[in-house]
């Protein structure tokens, strides 16, 4: 709640706290991609704008860990959950947890699924894009994760020559 004071606004926000698990990122060690990891795979079900939507109103703040990190574009992370408990104790995952990731731009960042490890894979395009991680427990109680990957440069590995403009030799008679 916000009340104006003037030249001041005094804010009053309440938080409730519940018991119960929270989700935390663990991002492992980074590694090079390859061309395949680096293609556009888009969502196969619907527009990752209306999935990133869905995410703001589905998610109460409490629910949500939210990470940032920044990743080369020639590389890949992987991504793994870590729970803890309401004060950030670490914990282990609940039993029958199922994982889903989606990323709100595939343009920039790719999901990979492979042998069990999901990776989030830099496709070449600078830019920032958020994986969502949604984990249900058998009790059917729906904890999400962000992480906000923004994507730079790598760097140095080849180099261009550039030609300047022509200039004249000899004198023009």
Request: zero cysteines.
């Amino acid at each position: 709640m916000n009340i104006d004071l003037g030249d001041a606004t005094l804010s009053i926000r309440l938080r409730v706290n519940r018991l119960g698990y929270r989700v935390a990122w663990r991002i492992g060690a980074i590694r090079d991609t390859i061309h395949a990891d680096r293609e556009i795979q888009f969502p196969k079900t619907m527009s990752f704008i209306s999935k990133k939507q869905q995410w703001l109103e589905s998610a109460s703040h409490n629910e949500r860990a939210v990470l940032f990190m920044d990743l080369q574009a020639d590389k890949k992370v992987e991504l793994s959950a870590q729970w803890t408990d309401e004060v950030g104790n670490p914990v282990n995952a609940p039993d029958g947890v199922t994982a889903s990731y989606d990323v709100d731009d595939p343009t920039i960042v790719n999901i990979i699924e492979e042998e069990g490890k999901v990776w989030a894979a830099a496709t070449g395009t600078l830019g920032t894009a958020t994986v969502h991680g949604d984990f249900t427990t058998p009790e059917g109680k729906n904890l999400t994760g962000d992480l906000t990957i923004n994507v730079v440069t790598g760097l140095a590995e080849r180099v261009n020559i550039v030609a300047g403009d022509p200039q004249e030799i000899t004198p023009d008679a």
